[in-house]
């Protein structure tokens, strides 16, 4: 699918200018290439005439993929070093020019734990932060775990004079004890003078940890300041919080898809996810301010300048995916600094930069109030912008559904359809079911949009993947009758794991299945599991060790046990945390060929004009092979965002198909593609070296089923 309009309209709204031109915009130090997070590149070596002819220029191996690891990385390009990260999270440098290993750092140690104290968790990691002064003092920082490095970026070793020889923990400055509690950071920091500014991820269940934005001093590791995302007493917000108490319980509000900066105005900008539990607000009424929030911070001291929030009282976890865009518009006759952010629901914000004031109206719209969840307190209006038509379709309705499959097949997503609330983008949280189109994974996602500062034309990817969101009745974690092991398995497996896992236990292909786990752990090993967590599973140390046994004797299995009492530990139950409703899942809505219930096409990536909010052209991206060798071209899920170019280009992987292809920007053309040894599920990084313009991609795959990789790919001329 490609809709277009006569580039030649574009000509009289050239406009867009980041801070600089001409020179500008020619590394890649940063992550997303800038601190404006726009994703461009000026290098003009290859264009539209040539890209054709490209071929690899160096592999990189990191040796240490399996079972759905993920490479999710835009690398950072500082001379002629390319700095990377490995699905197992060792942090490298390779030559930017051959590909060769000047040297790997390994968090994790023989004996299998974290240099340093306490367990190590592998995370995702999207990337790291490059940080020189001009005074001989280069450091690489990125998070393993829960633990912030500063690495020497000539050496590959610690700089021992930050933190704690090295590192950061991240459970700590926090305000109170969170060392129970899961905390990581997925997306890199920013820099801003001498600060390292970073958000993290927290566990999206009742009970997990706030998430604060942090600024630390690069050399010492010190805490310089903090934002409190849920306000304290006394601080801009809390009022929109009707439990007073609510901070001290509630978790989220995190800033887990990083940051830009304005250096020249001193402003870092956020944005924040949703609130904790993410699908029942009943323990959090009010807007919850600062969740799902534009905010705009005074980067050398933490203080709030403005804030916008896109969603209010979110129980759709409709976290905003990926940092703003700062660009600059011409409105009126007059430039205007602004910044751009999209969201998984496929709306576009125009803020103005100083103020947070939308250029264009945002309309206040009514939204379903009708929960038949008791306790639940949804918000009467949600804010929708009226310049951008939303760049993903919004609502599942029967004359959407797929038509590709079988009758029997259609009839059954047909019948399954009559059953769930949908044809609303706000449609409430359901027993029966509630269609959540686009689906928890956008539209956008962390991968982020382009922007070409010399046309002003926004480039962005999306998914339209229907999601079906459930609702069941929980137990009491505090039961008054006694249970046995697998009872109470039954209940902690419903509390903590299904959300991810389902209801079945056959997980996704985002979280694995855990039907046949007894195979590969047995209670020991699974304990430690749960102690430690594992890529995208937190650490559940709150569980005691009756809670943990009982667990297994669920999920392992284990018949012996299971009739076993139940001895429940001695603790106090919390009524933030004790909730009357949970999830079942992350369900996609699929028919049983495996393919969206929804017509293609289910991946697109559009240009869009920020100064007349006219779509230029929209095409569809990726390819299900059997389905294209019929003919049919229907995109796929895609994660990762696009990299525009000055020579008229736009890079992007992020498929399904383990493609890698180049348009051109102003028309959408296809120019090439070529296949990549796993999914490039990340970022591309375009950069110079030797002369030599190159872009290289991360090939992790690991996600929606596809096998895993370990290489890091370049082409060139």
């Known amino acids: ?25 020619r590394t890649w130090q940063v992550y997303g290439g800038s601190k404006e997070n726009i994703h461009y590149s000026g290098l003009t070596a290859l264009d539209t005439s040539n890209v054709s002819r490209l071929k690899v220029a160096w592999a990189y191996h990191t040796g240490d993929a399996e079972e759905m690891t993920q490479i999710q990385v835009n690398p950072v390009i500082v001379g002629d070093i390319l700095y990377g990260v490995s699905p197992k999270l060792k942090l490298f440098a390779v030559n930017a020019a051959t590909g060769k290993a000047a040297w790997v750092f390994d968090p994790v140690n023989l004996s299998g734990e974290v240099k340093g104290k306490g367990y190590f968790q592998f995370n995702a990691c999207r990337g790291v932060t490059y940080y020189e002064n001009g005074a001989g003092s280069r450091y690489i920082f990125y998070t393993a775990g829960a633990k912030l490095y500063c690495i020497d970026a000539d050496k590959g070793v610690p700089v021992t004079s930050f933190g704690d020889s090295g590192y950061v923990d991240l459970h700590h400055d926090m305000g109170r004890n969170m060392d129970q509690l899961y905390i990581t950071s997925t997306t890199p920091g920013i820099i801003y003078q001498d600060l390292l500014i970073v958000g993290t991820r927290v566990a999206e269940e009742a009970g997990g940890a706030p998430g604060y934005i942090r600024a630390y001093d690069v050399h010492t590791g010190k805490l310089r300041w903090i934002f409190h995302t849920i306000p304290q007493p006394g601080e801009a917000g809390y009022d929109s919080w009707e439990d007073k108490d609510a901070w001290q319980h509630t978790g989220g509000a995190n800033a887990w898809a990083g940051f830009s900066v304005d250096e020249e105005k001193g402003i870092v900008f956020a944005p924040i996810g949703s609130a904790s539990y993410d699908f029942y607000g009943g323990r959090r009424k009010g807007n919850n301010l600062f969740a799902n929030c534009v905010l705009a911070l005074d980067a050398a001291t933490g203080k709030r300048i403005w804030h916008f929030q896109t969603v209010h009282h979110d129980v759709w976890d409709r976290d905003l995916p990926t940092a703003p865009m700062l660009v600059t518009v011409k409105k009126d006759g007059k430039k205007v600094d602004a910044l751009v952010q999209v969201t998984k629901t496929g709306f576009i914000f125009l803020l103005d930069r100083n103020t947070g004031q939308p250029l264009y109206p945002v309309t206040e719209m009514p939204a379903p109030a009708d929960t038949a969840l008791p306790g639940e307190q949804l918000s009467a209006t949600q804010p929708v912008p009226s310049f951008f038509k939303p760049f993903a379709r919004q609502a599942l309705l029967e004359s959407d559904l797929n038509h590709l499959v079988a009758d ?42 382009a922007v070409d500062p010399e046309t002003g034309i926004l480039y962005v990817n999306a998914s339209e993947m229907p999601w079906v969101l459930t609702m069941v009745d929980t137990k009491d974690e505090n039961p008054v009758v006694k249970e046995t092991q697998l009872q109470a398995g039954q209940r902690l497996y419903t509390a903590h794991c299904m959300a991810c896992h389902g209801p079945e236990r056959k997980g996704s292909s ?17 304990t430690q599991l749960v102690d ?6 937190p650490a559940f140390k709150q569980l005691d060790s009756s809670e ?48 969206p219930a929804v017509s293609p096409p289910w991946g697109t990536l559009s240009a869009i004009d920020l100064n007349t909010g006219q779509l230029l052209w929209k095409d569809t991206l990726g390819d299900y092979p059997e389905l294209k060798a019929r003919g049919i071209h229907s995109g796929t899920e895609n994660y990762g965002g696009p990299v525009v170019t000055a020579g008229g280009l736009l890079f992007i992987a992020a498929t399904a198909d383990s493609k890698f292809r180049a348009f051109n920007k102003r028309t959408g053309q296809l120019l090439w593609e070529t296949d990549l040894p796993a999914c490039g599920f990340a970022t591309p990084a375009v950069y110079e070296v030797n002369g030599k313009q190159l872009v290289v991609i991360a090939c992790g795959g690991g996600k929606l089923g596809k096998k895993s990789g370990d290489t890091y790919l370049a082409f060139s001329l």
Not at 1 to 25: E, F, G, Q, V, Y
Not at 532 to 537: C, D, I, K, S, V
Not at 559 to 568: I, R, T, Y
């Open 1 to 25: 699918m490609r809709s277009t309009t006569t580039w030649l309209l574009l000509i009289p709204t050239l406009l867009i200018s980041c801070t600089s031109r001409n020179n500008a915009h």
């Open 408 to 449: 029997s097949s259609y009839q059954e997503i047909r019948a399954k359809l009559a059953t769930y609330k949908t044809g609303h983008i706000f449609n409430p949280p359901s027993r029966q079911g509630t269609v959540i189109f686009p689906g928890f994974d956008g539209g956008a996602e962390w991968g982020g949009p």
């Open 510 to 526: 985002t979280f694995p299945s855990l039907v046949n786990i007894r195979q590969k752990y047995n209670e020991m090993a699974f």
């Open 532 to 537: 430690a967590g594992r890529r995208m599973m």
């Open 548 to 595: 943990k046994k009982a667990l297994a004797s669920f999920i392992l299995d284990i018949k012996a046990a299971q009739s076993n009492p139940f001895v429940a530990p001695a603790k106090n139950v919390d009524a933030y945390t004790n909730l009357p409703y949970r999830a079942t899942g992350y369900n996609k809505f699929l028919t049983k060929e495996g393919y």
